[in-house]
RNA sequence: GUGGCCAUAGUUCAGUUGGUUAGAACGCCAGGUUGUGGCCCUGGAGGUCGUGGGUUCAAGUCCCACUGGCCACCCCA
Protein backbone atom coordinates (compact mmCIF):
# COMPACT_ATOMS: atom_id res chain seq x y z
CA UNK A 1 0.00 0.00 0.00
CA UNK A 2 1.57 3.43 -1.22
CA UNK A 3 1.90 6.68 1.10
CA UNK A 4 -0.75 8.81 1.02
CA UNK A 5 -1.16 12.34 2.68
CA UNK A 6 -2.82 12.39 6.17
CA UNK A 7 -6.11 13.30 5.89
CA UNK A 8 -7.36 16.65 5.42
CA UNK A 9 -4.00 18.13 4.36
CA UNK A 10 -3.11 18.54 0.60
CA UNK A 11 0.19 18.69 -1.46
CA UNK A 12 0.16 22.16 -3.59
CA UNK A 13 2.06 20.81 -6.70
CA UNK A 14 4.62 22.46 -8.84
CA UNK A 15 2.10 23.42 -11.22
CA UNK A 16 0.00 25.61 -8.49
CA UNK A 17 2.70 27.11 -6.40
CA UNK A 18 2.83 30.09 -8.04
CA UNK A 19 -0.65 30.67 -6.78
CA UNK A 20 0.11 30.63 -3.42
CA UNK A 21 3.13 32.73 -3.99
CA UNK A 22 0.96 35.44 -6.02
CA UNK A 23 -1.10 35.36 -2.67
CA UNK A 24 1.49 35.42 -0.39
CA UNK A 25 3.04 38.31 -2.22
CA UNK A 26 -0.16 40.41 -2.36
CA UNK A 27 -0.83 40.16 1.30
CA UNK A 28 2.60 40.84 2.03
CA UNK A 29 2.69 44.63 -0.03
CA UNK A 30 -0.45 45.05 1.48
CA UNK A 31 0.55 44.59 5.11
CA UNK A 32 3.73 46.38 4.09
CA UNK A 33 1.64 49.27 3.08
CA UNK A 34 -0.31 49.46 6.59
CA UNK A 35 3.43 49.08 8.53
CA UNK A 36 2.65 45.50 9.97
CA UNK A 37 5.84 43.35 10.11
CA UNK A 38 5.70 39.49 10.63
CA UNK A 39 6.26 37.82 12.79
CA UNK A 40 6.83 33.87 13.02
CA UNK A 41 5.80 31.68 15.61
CA UNK A 42 6.39 27.90 16.36
CA UNK A 43 3.95 25.41 15.17
CA UNK A 44 3.11 24.32 18.08
CA UNK A 45 2.76 25.06 21.64
CA UNK A 46 1.93 24.19 25.03
CA UNK A 47 -1.57 23.04 25.30
CA UNK A 48 -2.59 25.41 27.62
CA UNK A 49 -1.44 28.65 26.05
CA UNK A 50 -4.81 27.38 23.35
CA UNK A 51 -7.17 26.50 25.75
CA UNK A 52 -6.50 29.23 27.95
CA UNK A 53 -7.01 32.01 25.31
CA UNK A 54 -9.62 29.87 23.12
CA UNK A 55 -11.64 29.19 25.80
CA UNK A 56 -11.80 25.57 26.98
CA UNK A 57 -15.59 25.07 26.27
CA UNK A 58 -15.41 25.93 22.34
CA UNK A 59 -15.14 23.12 19.61
CA UNK A 60 -11.91 24.24 18.85
CA UNK A 61 -9.92 23.13 22.29
CA UNK A 62 -12.68 20.83 23.29
CA UNK A 63 -12.71 18.46 20.03
CA UNK A 64 -10.64 19.84 17.43
CA UNK A 65 -7.43 20.18 18.24
CA UNK A 66 -4.01 18.05 17.43
CA UNK A 67 -2.74 17.24 21.09
CA UNK A 68 -0.13 14.77 22.23
CA UNK A 69 2.59 14.03 24.73
CA UNK A 70 5.92 14.58 23.46
CA UNK A 71 8.75 12.00 24.31
CA UNK A 72 9.31 13.81 27.93
CA UNK A 73 5.58 13.94 28.94
CA UNK A 74 5.06 17.50 27.69
CA UNK A 75 1.18 18.63 26.71
CA UNK A 76 1.67 19.78 23.00
CA UNK A 77 -0.93 21.03 20.70
CA UNK A 78 -0.42 22.31 16.88
CA UNK A 79 -1.90 25.46 16.62
CA UNK A 80 -5.07 25.74 15.69
CA UNK A 81 -5.30 29.64 15.06
CA UNK A 82 -2.84 32.28 15.28
CA UNK A 83 -3.54 35.03 17.58
CA UNK A 84 -2.76 33.09 20.88
CA UNK A 85 1.09 32.31 19.66
CA UNK A 86 1.40 35.87 18.58
CA UNK A 87 0.31 37.46 22.14
CA UNK A 88 2.55 34.60 24.05
CA UNK A 89 5.38 35.95 22.03
CA UNK A 90 4.43 39.23 23.00
CA UNK A 91 4.69 38.64 26.41
CA UNK A 92 7.58 36.32 26.27
CA UNK A 93 9.80 38.77 24.46
CA UNK A 94 8.79 42.12 25.90
CA UNK A 95 7.48 44.20 22.78
CA UNK A 96 5.52 45.82 25.01
CA UNK A 97 8.55 47.84 26.36
CA UNK A 98 9.91 48.70 22.89
CA UNK A 99 7.24 50.36 21.31
CA UNK A 100 3.32 51.43 22.36
CA UNK A 101 1.97 49.64 19.74
CA UNK A 102 3.27 46.26 17.91
CA UNK A 103 1.65 45.45 14.45
CA UNK A 104 2.68 42.30 13.09
CA UNK A 105 1.14 39.62 10.86
CA UNK A 106 2.18 35.86 10.07
CA UNK A 107 1.26 33.65 7.05
CA UNK A 108 1.26 29.83 8.00
CA UNK A 109 -0.49 26.54 8.42
CA UNK A 110 -2.93 25.59 10.99
CA UNK A 111 -4.53 22.80 12.10
CA UNK A 112 -8.16 21.47 13.00
CA UNK A 113 -9.40 18.25 13.62
CA UNK A 114 -12.33 18.49 11.65
CA UNK A 115 -14.26 16.63 9.15
CA UNK A 116 -12.84 17.36 5.77
CA UNK A 117 -15.20 19.06 3.44
CA UNK A 118 -15.66 22.14 0.44
CA UNK A 119 -13.11 24.72 2.10
CA UNK A 120 -11.98 22.96 5.03
CA UNK A 121 -8.79 21.12 5.60
CA UNK A 122 -7.15 19.55 8.38
CA UNK A 123 -4.02 21.57 7.60
CA UNK A 124 -5.06 24.56 6.31
CA UNK A 125 -3.76 28.15 5.71
CA UNK A 126 -4.06 31.70 6.81
CA UNK A 127 -2.83 35.04 6.73
CA UNK A 128 -3.27 37.32 9.26
CA UNK A 129 -2.61 40.33 11.90
CA UNK A 130 -2.61 41.86 15.24
CA UNK A 131 -2.35 45.28 16.41
CA UNK A 132 -1.59 44.98 20.23
CA UNK A 133 -0.86 48.25 22.32
CA UNK A 134 -4.30 50.29 21.47
CA UNK A 135 -7.47 50.65 22.77
CA UNK A 136 -8.41 52.83 20.28
CA UNK A 137 -11.10 52.39 17.31
CA UNK A 138 -8.43 53.60 15.08
CA UNK A 139 -7.03 49.94 15.20
CA UNK A 140 -10.30 47.91 14.91
CA UNK A 141 -11.18 50.15 11.79
CA UNK A 142 -7.86 49.83 10.12
CA UNK A 143 -7.32 45.76 10.47
CA UNK A 144 -10.42 45.65 9.04
CA UNK A 145 -9.62 47.83 6.60
CA UNK A 146 -6.49 45.91 5.67
CA UNK A 147 -8.22 42.79 5.48
CA UNK A 148 -10.14 44.60 3.33
CA UNK A 149 -7.50 45.79 1.13
CA UNK A 150 -6.10 42.51 0.04
CA UNK A 151 -9.34 41.47 -1.29
CA UNK A 152 -9.77 44.60 -3.20
CA UNK A 153 -6.03 44.45 -4.37
CA UNK A 154 -6.91 40.94 -5.45
CA UNK A 155 -10.57 42.01 -7.55
CA UNK A 156 -13.05 40.48 -5.63
CA UNK A 157 -16.26 42.28 -4.58
CA UNK A 158 -18.41 39.13 -3.86
CA UNK A 159 -17.88 39.53 -0.34
CA UNK A 160 -19.94 40.84 2.45
CA UNK A 161 -18.69 42.30 5.51
CA UNK A 162 -20.67 42.01 9.27
CA UNK A 163 -19.49 43.31 12.04
CA UNK A 164 -20.88 43.70 15.86
CA UNK A 165 -19.62 44.60 19.29
CA UNK A 166 -19.93 41.24 22.00
CA UNK A 167 -19.29 43.76 24.73
CA UNK A 168 -16.91 43.60 27.41
CA UNK A 169 -16.39 42.38 30.97
CA UNK A 170 -18.68 45.38 32.62
CA UNK A 171 -21.39 44.88 30.45
CA UNK A 172 -21.20 41.23 28.76
CA UNK A 173 -22.12 39.38 31.80
CA UNK A 174 -25.32 41.70 32.93
CA UNK A 175 -26.65 40.61 29.11
CA UNK A 176 -25.25 37.21 29.44
CA UNK A 177 -27.28 37.25 32.51
CA UNK A 178 -30.26 38.29 30.86
CA UNK A 179 -30.25 36.27 27.53
CA UNK A 180 -30.10 33.05 29.84
CA UNK A 181 -33.32 34.09 31.60
CA UNK A 182 -35.03 34.42 28.09
CA UNK A 183 -33.66 30.96 26.90
CA UNK A 184 -34.39 28.91 29.52
CA UNK A 185 -38.21 29.97 29.08
CA UNK A 186 -37.71 28.47 25.83
CA UNK A 187 -35.33 25.85 26.15
CA UNK A 188 -36.96 22.52 26.00
CA UNK A 189 -37.91 23.34 21.96
CA UNK A 190 -34.34 24.56 21.19
CA UNK A 191 -32.12 22.09 19.34
CA UNK A 192 -29.78 20.31 21.66
CA UNK A 193 -26.80 22.20 20.42
CA UNK A 194 -28.05 25.17 21.29
CA UNK A 195 -29.51 23.98 25.04
CA UNK A 196 -26.18 22.98 25.96
CA UNK A 197 -24.94 26.40 25.06
CA UNK A 198 -27.66 27.92 27.03
CA UNK A 199 -25.11 27.43 30.14
CA UNK A 200 -22.14 27.48 28.33
CA UNK A 201 -22.54 30.49 26.02
CA UNK A 202 -25.33 31.44 25.84
CA UNK A 203 -24.45 34.26 23.00
CA UNK A 204 -23.73 30.95 20.60
CA UNK A 205 -27.37 30.36 21.01
CA UNK A 206 -28.01 33.18 18.55
CA UNK A 207 -25.95 32.62 15.99
CA UNK A 208 -27.26 29.05 15.73
CA UNK A 209 -28.11 28.56 12.05
CA UNK A 210 -30.96 25.86 13.11
CA UNK A 211 -34.14 27.38 11.04
CA UNK A 212 -36.51 26.58 14.51
CA UNK A 213 -33.61 27.96 16.86
CA UNK A 214 -33.59 31.37 14.23
CA UNK A 215 -37.05 31.68 14.40
CA UNK A 216 -37.79 30.76 18.48
CA UNK A 217 -34.82 33.47 19.17
CA UNK A 218 -36.14 35.92 16.67
CA UNK A 219 -37.61 38.75 19.53
CA UNK A 220 -34.17 38.09 21.79
CA UNK A 221 -32.42 40.51 23.47
CA UNK A 222 -29.24 41.47 21.44
CA UNK A 223 -26.04 42.19 23.16
CA UNK A 224 -26.32 45.64 21.47
CA UNK A 225 -28.54 47.27 23.44
CA UNK A 226 -27.01 46.17 26.56
CA UNK A 227 -23.64 47.68 25.44
CA UNK A 228 -21.85 49.65 28.36
CA UNK A 229 -21.23 53.50 27.24
CA UNK A 230 -17.28 53.10 26.28
CA UNK A 231 -18.56 49.82 24.39
CA UNK A 232 -21.36 51.67 22.34
CA UNK A 233 -19.25 54.73 21.86
CA UNK A 234 -16.32 52.57 20.92
CA UNK A 235 -18.29 50.83 18.62
CA UNK A 236 -20.53 54.15 16.86
CA UNK A 237 -16.49 55.12 16.43
CA UNK A 238 -15.23 51.89 14.37
CA UNK A 239 -18.30 52.60 11.99
CA UNK A 240 -18.10 55.84 11.62
CA UNK A 241 -14.37 55.26 10.62
CA UNK A 242 -15.28 52.65 8.32
CA UNK A 243 -17.82 54.74 6.96
CA UNK A 244 -15.12 57.72 6.05
CA UNK A 245 -12.80 54.64 4.54
CA UNK A 246 -15.94 53.93 2.24
CA UNK A 247 -16.22 50.77 3.43
CA UNK A 248 -19.95 49.12 3.75
CA UNK A 249 -20.47 46.63 5.93
CA UNK A 250 -23.95 45.30 7.99
CA UNK A 251 -24.25 45.47 11.88
CA UNK A 252 -25.11 41.90 12.64
CA UNK A 253 -25.87 41.75 16.27
CA UNK A 254 -25.76 38.10 16.79
CA UNK A 255 -22.60 37.66 15.12
CA UNK A 256 -20.43 35.80 17.94
CA UNK A 257 -17.07 34.51 16.82
CA UNK A 258 -16.03 30.85 17.50
CA UNK A 259 -13.30 32.12 19.92
CA UNK A 260 -13.96 33.15 23.04
CA UNK A 261 -11.27 35.95 23.88
CA UNK A 262 -13.03 38.73 21.61
CA UNK A 263 -14.28 41.76 23.57
CA UNK A 264 -16.11 44.84 21.82
CA UNK A 265 -15.56 44.87 17.99
CA UNK A 266 -16.06 41.09 15.88
CA UNK A 267 -16.25 40.51 12.76
CA UNK A 268 -16.56 38.47 9.59
CA UNK A 269 -16.26 38.42 5.56
CA UNK A 270 -18.15 36.20 3.82
CA UNK A 271 -18.41 35.41 0.00
CA UNK A 272 -21.34 34.51 -1.92
CA UNK A 273 -19.01 32.54 -4.47
CA UNK A 274 -18.08 29.72 -1.41
CA UNK A 275 -20.80 26.88 -0.41
CA UNK A 276 -21.44 26.78 3.05
CA UNK A 277 -17.91 26.94 4.47
CA UNK A 278 -18.51 30.43 3.12
CA UNK A 279 -16.05 32.72 6.24
CA UNK A 280 -13.37 34.13 3.75
CA UNK A 281 -12.14 36.15 7.19
CA UNK A 282 -12.97 36.85 10.90
CA UNK A 283 -11.56 38.81 13.87
CA UNK A 284 -12.02 41.22 16.17
CA UNK A 285 -10.51 42.84 19.43
CA UNK A 286 -9.49 40.89 22.75
CA UNK A 287 -8.70 43.52 25.22
CA UNK A 288 -8.18 40.77 28.00
CA UNK A 289 -6.35 38.20 26.18
CA UNK A 290 -2.85 39.48 26.72
CA UNK A 291 -3.36 39.22 31.10
CA UNK A 292 -5.28 35.97 30.46
CA UNK A 293 -2.12 34.39 29.38
CA UNK A 294 -0.05 35.82 31.86
CA UNK A 295 1.05 39.09 30.84
CA UNK A 296 0.11 42.77 31.44
CA UNK A 297 -3.50 43.92 30.38
CA UNK A 298 -2.79 44.86 27.14
CA UNK A 299 -5.72 46.07 24.54
CA UNK A 300 -5.15 44.21 20.88
CA UNK A 301 -7.28 43.32 17.45
CA UNK A 302 -6.71 41.12 15.16
CA UNK A 303 -7.85 38.53 12.33
CA UNK A 304 -7.24 35.90 10.06
CA UNK A 305 -8.04 34.84 6.52
CA UNK A 306 -7.97 31.86 4.84
CA UNK A 307 -5.89 31.21 1.85
CA UNK A 308 -7.32 27.96 0.64
CA UNK A 309 -10.97 29.55 0.54
CA UNK A 310 -9.18 32.58 -0.95
CA UNK A 311 -7.76 30.66 -3.68
CA UNK A 312 -11.22 28.69 -4.15
CA UNK A 313 -13.23 31.99 -4.85
CA UNK A 314 -10.22 33.75 -6.97
CA UNK A 315 -10.03 30.01 -9.26
CA UNK A 316 -14.26 30.48 -9.29
CA UNK A 317 -14.45 34.16 -10.06
CA UNK A 318 -11.48 33.53 -13.27
CA UNK A 319 -9.04 35.55 -11.93
CA UNK A 320 -6.00 35.96 -14.06
CA UNK A 321 -3.24 34.38 -12.19
CA UNK A 322 -0.12 34.79 -14.07
CA UNK A 323 1.56 32.04 -15.64
CA UNK A 324 4.80 30.51 -13.35
CA UNK A 325 8.11 31.74 -14.21
CA UNK A 326 9.87 30.18 -17.49
CA UNK A 327 13.84 29.99 -18.64
CA UNK A 328 15.15 32.71 -21.20
CA UNK A 329 16.95 30.50 -22.92
CA UNK A 330 17.23 26.49 -23.18
CA UNK A 331 20.39 26.00 -24.58
CA UNK A 332 19.90 23.31 -26.84
CA UNK A 333 22.90 20.36 -28.44
CA UNK A 334 22.14 19.44 -32.22
CA UNK A 335 24.63 16.92 -31.45
CA UNK A 336 26.50 14.60 -28.92
CA UNK A 337 30.32 16.12 -29.18
CA UNK A 338 28.08 19.75 -28.07
CA UNK A 339 26.15 18.07 -25.12
CA UNK A 340 29.52 18.99 -22.31
CA UNK A 341 29.35 22.77 -23.63
CA UNK A 342 25.69 22.95 -23.60
CA UNK A 343 25.57 21.86 -19.83
CA UNK A 344 28.65 24.09 -19.01
CA UNK A 345 27.56 27.33 -20.68
CA UNK A 346 23.73 26.76 -19.41
CA UNK A 347 25.85 27.00 -15.82
CA UNK A 348 27.60 30.25 -16.60
CA UNK A 349 24.22 31.69 -17.77
CA UNK A 350 22.90 31.03 -14.23
CA UNK A 351 25.90 32.31 -12.55
CA UNK A 352 25.20 35.48 -14.76
CA UNK A 353 21.79 35.88 -13.35
CA UNK A 354 20.25 34.12 -16.32
CA UNK A 355 17.78 31.67 -15.77
CA UNK A 356 18.72 29.11 -18.31
CA UNK A 357 18.03 25.41 -19.18
CA UNK A 358 19.25 22.57 -21.10
CA UNK A 359 18.14 18.99 -21.97
CA UNK A 360 19.34 16.69 -18.70
CA UNK A 361 17.73 13.62 -20.69
CA UNK A 362 20.24 13.41 -23.50
CA UNK A 363 17.48 13.78 -26.14
CA UNK A 364 16.88 14.23 -29.82
CA UNK A 365 17.19 17.46 -31.16
CA UNK A 366 13.41 17.56 -31.72
CA UNK A 367 12.40 16.32 -28.27
CA UNK A 368 14.59 19.38 -26.71
CA UNK A 369 12.82 22.02 -28.88
CA UNK A 370 9.63 20.07 -27.84
CA UNK A 371 10.78 20.75 -24.05
CA UNK A 372 12.06 24.54 -25.09
CA UNK A 373 8.50 24.84 -25.80
CA UNK A 374 6.46 23.11 -22.81
CA UNK A 375 8.75 25.21 -20.83
CA UNK A 376 7.77 28.22 -22.83
CA UNK A 377 11.71 29.57 -22.94
CA UNK A 378 11.43 32.79 -24.38
CA UNK A 379 14.61 31.55 -26.56
CA UNK A 380 16.45 28.44 -27.54
CA UNK A 381 20.01 28.32 -28.96
CA UNK A 382 20.77 25.12 -30.69
CA UNK A 383 24.20 24.53 -30.90
CA UNK A 384 26.53 21.85 -32.07
CA UNK A 385 29.88 21.09 -33.25
CA UNK A 386 29.79 23.47 -36.34
CA UNK A 387 28.99 26.45 -34.02
CA UNK A 388 31.49 25.83 -31.83
CA UNK A 389 34.25 26.10 -34.23
CA UNK A 390 32.59 29.07 -35.73
CA UNK A 391 32.20 30.29 -31.97
CA UNK A 392 28.61 31.61 -32.73
CA UNK A 393 25.09 30.09 -33.25
CA UNK A 394 21.32 31.17 -33.91
CA UNK A 395 19.45 32.28 -30.87
CA UNK A 396 15.68 31.72 -32.01
CA UNK A 397 13.01 33.36 -30.38
CA UNK A 398 10.14 30.83 -29.47
CA UNK A 399 7.43 33.87 -29.55
CA UNK A 400 7.94 34.91 -33.50
CA UNK A 401 10.24 32.07 -34.82
CA UNK A 402 12.90 34.71 -35.98
CA UNK A 403 16.73 33.55 -35.06
CA UNK A 404 19.62 35.84 -35.25
CA UNK A 405 23.18 35.03 -35.35
CA UNK A 406 24.94 35.68 -31.58
CA UNK A 407 28.33 35.34 -30.88
CA UNK A 408 29.06 32.29 -28.37
CA UNK A 409 31.31 34.61 -26.13
CA UNK A 410 28.44 36.86 -25.28
CA UNK A 411 25.41 34.99 -24.95
CA UNK A 412 23.93 37.17 -21.74
CA UNK A 413 24.66 40.62 -23.18
CA UNK A 414 22.51 39.04 -26.36
CA UNK A 415 19.74 37.81 -24.29
CA UNK A 416 19.70 41.38 -22.06
CA UNK A 417 19.54 42.63 -25.22
CA UNK A 418 16.40 41.07 -26.73
CA UNK A 419 14.99 40.73 -23.08
CA UNK A 420 13.99 44.50 -22.92
C1' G B 1 -18.81 12.80 15.69
C1' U B 2 -23.63 11.99 12.15
C1' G B 3 -25.51 11.45 7.20
C1' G B 4 -25.55 11.26 1.55
C1' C B 5 -22.90 10.36 -3.03
C1' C B 6 -18.70 8.29 -5.44
C1' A B 7 -14.16 4.91 -6.41
C1' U B 8 -12.16 2.22 -14.40
C1' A B 9 -5.12 4.50 -17.83
C1' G B 10 -0.97 10.32 -15.43
C1' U B 11 -5.91 13.41 -15.83
C1' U B 12 -11.31 13.89 -17.09
C1' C B 13 -14.56 10.26 -18.22
C1' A B 14 -17.39 6.07 -21.36
C1' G B 15 -18.16 1.00 -20.50
C1' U B 16 -25.00 -1.32 -23.07
C1' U B 17 -30.20 -6.21 -19.31
C1' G B 18 -23.23 -9.62 -15.73
C1' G B 19 -20.80 -12.87 -21.42
C1' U B 20 -14.79 -13.55 -25.54
C1' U B 21 -8.02 -9.51 -26.13
C1' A B 22 -11.51 -2.87 -20.90
C1' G B 23 -12.27 2.16 -24.60
C1' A B 24 -12.12 7.75 -25.75
C1' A B 25 -10.19 12.52 -25.11
C1' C B 26 -6.23 15.21 -23.15
C1' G B 27 -1.30 14.33 -21.42
C1' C B 28 3.34 11.41 -22.19
C1' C B 29 7.00 8.93 -25.80
C1' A B 30 8.65 8.11 -31.00
C1' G B 31 8.27 9.11 -36.12
C1' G B 32 6.36 12.30 -40.56
C1' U B 33 13.87 11.59 -44.69
C1' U B 34 19.29 15.29 -44.33
C1' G B 35 20.36 19.57 -37.15
C1' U B 36 14.66 23.31 -34.85
C1' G B 37 8.98 23.81 -31.07
C1' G B 38 3.74 25.18 -31.31
C1' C B 39 -0.93 23.09 -35.70
C1' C B 40 -1.81 18.52 -38.34
C1' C B 41 -0.98 13.12 -39.47
C1' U B 42 0.85 8.10 -37.98
C1' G B 43 2.44 4.80 -34.38
C1' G B 44 3.55 3.51 -29.20
C1' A B 45 3.80 3.05 -23.89
C1' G B 46 0.46 3.13 -19.85
C1' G B 47 -5.01 -0.11 -16.25
C1' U B 48 -3.93 -6.65 -10.74
C1' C B 49 -11.19 -1.88 -13.15
C1' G B 50 -9.61 1.20 -4.57
C1' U B 51 -8.82 -3.47 -1.18
C1' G B 52 -10.85 -8.07 0.71
C1' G B 53 -14.75 -11.40 0.71
C1' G B 54 -19.38 -13.38 -1.53
C1' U B 55 -23.26 -14.70 -5.52
C1' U B 56 -22.70 -16.97 -10.54
C1' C B 57 -20.77 -21.49 -15.59
C1' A B 58 -19.12 -16.23 -16.05
C1' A B 59 -18.44 -9.67 -12.43
C1' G B 60 -15.58 -3.33 -14.09
C1' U B 61 -20.91 -4.56 -14.19
C1' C B 62 -24.87 -7.73 -8.53
C1' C B 63 -24.26 -8.19 -2.68
C1' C B 64 -21.31 -7.28 1.94
C1' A B 65 -17.21 -5.29 4.62
C1' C B 66 -13.08 -2.18 4.76
C1' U B 67 -10.23 1.92 2.94
C1' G B 68 -10.10 6.43 0.44
C1' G B 69 -12.36 10.76 -1.86
C1' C B 70 -16.21 14.39 -2.36
C1' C B 71 -20.47 16.98 -0.31
C1' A B 72 -23.78 18.29 3.72
C1' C B 73 -24.73 18.67 9.17
C1' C B 74 -21.72 20.64 12.97
C1' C B 75 -17.98 24.23 13.27
C1' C B 76 -15.13 27.84 11.16
C1' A B 77 -10.52 30.11 7.85
Not at 193 to 212: A, C, G, H, T, Y
Not at 217 to 236: G, K, R, V, W
Not at 255 to 271: H, I, M, N, Q
Not at 339 to 357: D, F, N, Q, V, Y
Amino acid sequence: MAFRSIKGTKDVLPADTHRWQHIESVVRSVFQRFNYKEIRTPLFEQTALFSRSIGELTDIVGKEMYTFEDRSGDRITLRPEGTASVIRAFIQNNLAEQLPLTKVYYIGPMFRQERPQAGRLRQFHQFGAEAIGSPCAEVDAEVIAMAIEVYRTLGLRQYSLKINSVGCEKCRPLYKVKLQEELRKIAPQLSADSQRRIDENPMRVLDSKDEQDQKLTADMPLINQFLCEECSLHFSDVQRMLESFGITYTVNGRLVRGLDYYTKTAFELTSTELGSQDALAGGGRYDLLAKELGGKQTPGVGFAAGIERLLMVLEKTGYPFADSDHPQVFIAAADDPARAWTIAETMRLRGAGIAAETDLLRRSLKAQMREADRQRALHVLVVGERELVEGKAALKSMQDGTSRMIPLDAIALALTDTST
